[in-house]
């Protein structure tokens, strides 16, 4: 198969410099802003954005090397298959985040609910729109018993070196 490669389009700036203590996901509404900074040579792209309440982000998690198929998530003590999980450590290191969009500056957005490590690079950026997103979820696996963890837990520092 034919080699794939991506290059950035941008760079998240957040207040998290090192992946520990960094929330795990966007959902747990701890209030972290941040900016995404768009390289110049995008920033025409951004036209019409700012009509938008939330963005999806997707990124390279460039601090995370390797990847596990089996691993401990977070927010349990048991081992689940990779895919069954949001663990950084993936076969190809790529998250979505999504994140309120608070506005608008040239080719800077001030984002909030950012789960993302200060220089991520950012791949790509769309609009959330959720009739456009499957509807809500029915089966939530593994997590059902333990999403009330969300709000206090933050990353530990396993899946990076």
């Keep these: 198969m ?22 795990i996901q966007p959902g747990s509404r701890i209030e972290v802003a941040g900016t995404v900074e ?5 920033a025409e792209g951004l036209k019409d954005l700012e009509g938008f309440s939330h963005i999806i982000l997707v990124c390279h998690f460039h601090l995370v090397s390797g ?9 349990d003590d048991r081992e689940h298959g990779v895919f069954a999980t949001r663990s950084p450590r993936r076969p190809n290191p790529i998250g979505i ?10 080719n800077i957005l001030r984002v909030s609910h950012l789960d993302i490590v200060d220089g991520t690079p950012v791949l790509d950026l769309k609009p959330h729109v959720s009739r456009f997103d499957a509807g809500r ?8 018993d333990h999403i009330q963890k ?3 837990t933050k990353d530990d520092g396993r899946f990076t070196p």
Excluded: A
């Design 137 to 144: 979820p029915e089966r939530i696996g593994w997590l059902e």
């Design 38 to 42: 768009v390289f110049d040579k995008f």
């Design 67 to 75: 990847y596990e198929l089996q691993v401990f998530p977070f927010m």
């Design 150 to 152: 969300l709000r206090e």
């Design 97 to 106: 985040s999504v994140v309120r969009l608070d506005g608008i500056e040239k």
């Design 2 to 23: 034919k080699r794939i490669t991506y290059s950035p389009i941008g760079v998240i700036h957040s207040p998290y410099k090192k992946p520990e203590g960094t929330p």
